[in-house]
C-alpha cells in the first residue's frame, strides 16, 4: 500500500523528463514580426497532429445574424436569412457523403468571430466553409476566397518555445489546404454559374484568420435581386457543387496530396 | 430741387448700389440657411478636405482606381489630370481626395462619397498608414467582394502614383477596425505593389465613362480573382 504513491511520484518525473526533452524540438526558428504588425495574442492552439487524420467533419458557417443581417438588398433580403437557408441544405448533401456537418449557428443568433472559430477548432478532421450573400456582384455568380499566402518575413503562425499555434494567425498552417479547397469548390461554381470566375481569390477575409483548418469562405451575389427566388433556386446546384468538391477534398487532404 | 430731395435721391442711389453689391451674397446665404443641416460628419469633411495645395504641385496625369463603367466586380484605372506635390505624403493625401471626391460616375465611386480622410502617416519602411472616417465602414456596401474593391481601389491608386510605399495600414477614426464592413480583416498590413504595365487603350472612352477634364480610361487591371489583397499576420 505504501509502495502506490511512490509509483506515481516516479511516473510523474519519468514524464515531466519526456516532456523537456521534448520540447526543444517542436521550436522552431522565428522570422522576425513586420514593424507595424499587432502583437501576438497570448490565445494558442496545439499544432496540428501528424499523421493527418481522415476528413469526417464539416463546419458550415452561415455568416451574420441576430442584429448583424450582413447585406441588406432594396427589397428586404437579409444576408443572415438566406446563408442559413443554404447551410441546411449544404448540409443534407455533405451528410449524404458520411461526412459530419456542424452549424455555428442554428438560428438567427450571432456567434463572434471567435466563438465560430473556437466551434471548428474543437474538431478533428474537419473542414470550415464560411458561406455569405454579396451586395454588389453580377448576379447569379459564386466567387470562393481563402487567405493570401504571408509574405516572407511576416510573423509566424506559432509561438517561440511552445510551438502552439497563435489564435489571430491559426490559418496560417493551412493556407495550401484551403487554396486547394478553394479550387476544388471554385471550379464546381464556374461550372454551374455562368460568370463565376475560374479561378479563386485570396482575400483576407476575417473568419478565416482564426480557424486552425482548412477554410474557405464562399460569397454568392447577390442581395440587390428583387426577391429571393433567384438566390433560393441557386441553393441545390451550389449544395451539389460543393459536397462534390469537398469529396474531392477528401482525398487531397487524407494523403497530403498539393 | 430742394437741397434735402437731393440729398434723399443720393442716399437712395447709394443703398441700390449696396443693395445691388451685396443681394448674389445674401441670395447664398438663404440657400445655405434653407438648405438640410450639415452632420457632424459633413462638417468635418468640409474642414478636412480642402484641395490640399503645396508649393512643390506640378500638374500631372495621374492613374486613378475607380469601379469599372462595365463591371461593377473590377476596377479599371482612370487617368486624371491633378496637381501633385513632391512630397509623398501630400500627394497621398490628394490622390485619395480625388479618389474619394472625383470618381466619374457615382455609381464607379469606390469608397462612400462622404468619406474624410483624417490623416495619413509614411513610415521610413514604406508603410502608409490613412486613417478614414466612420463614413468608410457605414457607407462600404457589406460584401468579401465589394470590400476588397475599396481597399484595392487604395492601394493601386497609392502603387501608380507613390513610389515610396510597399505596404498600407488603413485605421477607422483612429482606431484598428476588426473588419471594413463585417468581411474584410483590417487588421494587417495590404501590400501597396505597382500595377502591371497596360496596353494603351484601343477604343475612345464613351461619355458615360468619362467625365469632364478626365482622359481615356484603360483596360480593367484588377479583377476579383487577382490574387493576394493583404498580408494578415
Not at chain 1, 463546419?59 to 441546411?88: C, K, M, N, T, Y
Not at chain 1, 474543437?122 to 450573400?133: D, N
Not at chain 1, 503562425?157 to 491559426?170: C, F, K, N, Q
Amino acid at each position: 500500500m505504501r509502495r502506490k504513491p511512490i509509483s506515481i511520484f516516479l511516473v510523474l518525473i519519468v514524464a515531466g523528463v519526456a516532456a523537456l526533452q521534448a520540447s526543444p524540438q517542436t521550436q522552431t526558428p522565428q522570422p522576425p514580426a513586420p514593424q507595424g504588425a499587432p502583437q501576438a495574442s497570448p490565445q494558442t492552439l496545439p499544432q496540428p497532429a501528424a499523421p493527418r487524420s481522415a476528413l469526417t467533419a464539416v463546419v458550415l458557417d452561415p455568416a451574420h445574424g441576430g442584429a448583424d443581417q450582413g447585406a441588406r438588398g432594396a427589397s428586404g433580403i437579409a444576408e443572415s436569412d438566406i446563408v442559413l437557408s443554404f447551410a441546411r441544405l449544404l448540409r443534407i448533401s455533405l451528410e449524404a457523403q458520411g461526412l459530419r456537418v456542424i452549424l455555428t449557428r442554428q438560428a438567427n443568433d450571432d456567434p463572434s468571430f471567435d466563438d465560430r472559430s473556437k466551434m471548428a477548432n474543437a474538431q478533428r478532421g474537419a473542414i470550415f466553409i464560411t458561406l455569405h450573400v454579396s451586395s454588389t456582384g453580377p448576379a447569379g455568380t459564386v466567387r470562393v476566397y481563402s487567405l493570401p499566402q504571408q509574405p516572407a518575413g511576416a510573423s509566424a503562425s506559432s509561438t517561440p518555445r511552445t510551438g502552439l499555434i497563435r489564435w489571430d494567425a491559426a490559418q496560417q498552417g493551412y493556407l495550401d489546404q484551403s487554396r486547394k479547397l478553394a479550387e476544388l469548390i471554385q471550379i464546381q461554381m464556374a461550372q454551374r454559374f455562368q460568370g463565376s470566375p475560374e479561378t479563386p481569390a485570396a482575400v483576407a477575409v476575417r473568419q478565416l484568420r482564426t480557424i486552425a483548418a482548412p477554410a474557405v469562405a464562399i460569397e454568392v451575389s447577390s442581395v440587390s435581386v428583387p426577391d429571393r427566388t433567384p438566390l433560393d433556386q441557386m441553393a441545390p446546384l451550389m449544395a451539389d457543387g460543393v459536397a462534390r468538391a469537398v469529396g474531392a477534398f477528401r482525398t487531397v487532404y487524407e494523403t497530403g496530396v498539393k | 430741387m430742394s437741397r434735402g430731395l437731393k440729398t434723399t435721391i443720393a442716399i437712395l442711389a447709394v443703398m441700390v448700389v449696396f443693395g445691388v453689391i451685396t443681394l448674389p451674397s445674401l441670395r447664398q446665404a438663404i440657400q445655405r440657411l434653407s438648405g438640410p443641416p450639415k452632420t457632424e460628419e459633413q462638417a468635418r469633411r468640409d474642414v478636412m478636405q480642402v484641395p490640399i495645395s503645396t508649393p512643390t504641385d506640378v500638374k500631372v496625369k495621374a492613374q486613378v482606381y475607380w469601379l469599372s463603367a462595365s463591371s461593377m466586380a473590377s476596377l479599371e484605372a482612370t487617368t486624371i489630370e491633378l496637381p501633385l506635390s513632391a512630397d509623398p505624403v501630400e500627394r497621398s493625401k490628394q490622390l485619395l481626395v480625388a479618389l474619394i471626391t472625383s470618381a466619374p460616375t457615382p455609381a464607379q465611386h469606390t469608397l462612400p462619397p462622404d468619406t474624410s480622410l483624417l490623416a495619413f502617416y509614411l513610415q521610413p519602411d514604406g508603410t502608409a498608414i490613412a486613417d478614414f472616417s466612420d463614413a468608410l465602414p457605414a457607407g462600404t456596401p457589406s460584401g468579401i467582394l465589394s470590400e476588397q474593391l475599396v481597399v484595392d481601389s487604395v492601394a493601386q491608386t497609392l502603387a501608380a502614383n507613390v513610389d515610396a510605399i510597399r505596404q498600407l495600414k488603413i485605421l477607422i477614426h483612429g482606431q484598428e477596425a476588426e473588419t471594413l464592413a463585417g468581411h474584410l480583416d483590417l487588421s494587417g498590413l495590404f501590400p501597396v505593389s505597382s500595377p502591371a504595365p497596360v496596353p494603351p487603350p484601343a477604343a475612345a472612352p464613351t461619355p458615360a465613362a468619362t467625365a469632364p477634364g478626365q482622359a481615356k480610361p484603360t483596360v480593367p487591371v484588377a479583377t476579383p480573382s487577382a490574387p493576394a489583397t493583404q498580408v494578415p499576420h
